[in-house]
């Protein structure tokens, strides 16, 4: 494969793109819950309207710059699922909910007290979800403490707690699984119930939200569920192909590489190494035992076993050594994980049919 662009780039087939939005949406809706995809993935207002105009009800973040640039590109309604826990940060959510319709997410008694003072200083406000730590042991409220912490939350006269959300991934039982089913019916009954237990102290919870690419759908099959908040089903990736969640043709992001070098047969070095290529999620750990930094499409037996900053090199098993890579050739890659990827990248190229247009991610690098 021979395409006349620079290299290293990221490519997104806009046909998969599409389809991909289309079908977690009908599917989504078939369950009769809300869709709210995280835009971590795309980073892209263009590719969040979209998936809006597919029937969601709008996007998350998990930063305040990131909810800059969306609500900046017209953007509605916007779920910072992240806690905000400096005055700067907090006054600038408010700026943005003076805007359009904006959640923030919360998940200390010092956060919330933070929260209280700034928005009071404002005289506004803030629509405020509690985050749950449903066993991932990142940020989130501990399970059996969430309970006191909403009712602190709900007695704070400038903040409307509207909901529960958690994140959770392939988790069951406290340990990575390949068992996304068993994972997401498991994530949805543990909020439901803790959601039912908020209700029944008098404190009104509206929004149950949960849900990763892997667990989304069968997360939003537990009746209670209100919401879902897949990201990576847009574009999709090796780590999903192996979850089982989707086919590799399901893929629409890419790498495209130049092969640069061939110092042996069995090894071909090509122009992106680790500032091209995510890293974080690495072969051969547990659950999945992925092979290499990526499929390499078109070559069975060929891996990206080893990246330096600006080189990867590519291992040839006996079906890639006969296909005869010449330097100058062309490879295109899906990494095991797309989100991490793209972030790496000032711009990604569409490719509709043989027309590619370079996009700039204007949401990329925003991390404050």
């Known amino acids: 494969m021979t395409i006349s662009l620079e290299t290293p780039c990221v490519l997104i087939d806009t046909d998969i793109l599409a389809r991909n939005i289309a079908t977690m949406a009908e599917r989504v809706r078939q369950n009769g819950v809300k869709l709210r995809p995280h835009a971590k993935t795309h980073k892209l207002p263009s590719v969040a309207q979209q998936q809006i105009d597919a029937g969601a009800v709008g996007i998350t973040v998990a930063k305040v710059s990131e909810a800059e640039v969306m609500a900046a590109h017209g953007i509605p309604n916007i779920f910072i699922a992240y806690p ?56 989130g409220v501990p399970y059996e403490e969430a309970a006191a ?47 039912d237990r908020l209700k029944a102290a008098g404190i009104a919870i509206a929004d149950v939200s949960v849900g990763s690419t892997p667990t989304a759908l069968y997360a939003a099959a537990v009746e209670g569920v209100t919401e879902v908040r897949p990201g990576t089903y847009v574009y999709q990736d090796r780590m999903q192909a192996q979850l ?36 974080d999620v690495q072969p051969g750990t547990n659950p999945l035992q992925l092979r290499g930094f990526g499929h390499i499409h078109g070559l069975e037996d060929a891996l990206l076993v080893r990246m330096t900053e600006e080189h990867g090199m590519v291992e040839l098993g006996p079906l890639a050594q006969a ?4 330097v100058g050739d062309q490879l295109r890659i899906i990494p095991n994980h797309i989100c991490s990827t ?23 690098g925003m991390l404050e």
């Not at 700026?95 to 959640?103: A, D, Y």
């Not at 296909?323 to 010449?326: G, I, N, R, S, Y």
């Not at 793209?342 to 990329?364: C, K, S, W, Y």
């Open 84 to 139: 905000l826990v400096t005055a700067s940060k907090i006054e600038r959510a408010i700026r943005i909910s003076e805007q359009i319709e904006l959640i923030v997410g919360v998940d200390s008694l010092a956060g919330a007290q933070l929260m209280e003072q700034t928005a009071a200083k404002h005289g506004h406000t803030l629509q405020v979800r509690l985050e749950i730590d449903t066993g991932l042991r990142r940020t």
């Open 342 to 364: 793209i972030n790496l990248h000032n711009h990604v190229v569409m490719q509709r049919g043989d027309t590619f247009e370079r996009v700039p991610v204007l949401a990329r």
């Open 323 to 326: 296909a005869d890579l010449k």
């Open 244 to 279: 089982g969640v989707c086919e590799l043709d399901d893929c629409a992001g890419s790498v495209l590489v130049t092969v640069v070098s061939r110092p042996s047969a069995d090894l071909a070095i090509v122009d992106g190494g680790s500032k091209t290529f995510a890293t």
């Open 149 to 195: 912490l909403a009712a602190e939350i709900a007695g704070m006269p400038h903040l409307r707690l509207t909901g529960i959300y958690t994140f959770r991934g392939a988790l069951l039982a406290g340990k990575p699984t390949l068992d996304v089913a068993a994972a997401g019916l498991e994530e949805g009954q543990l909020m439901v119930q803790l959601a």
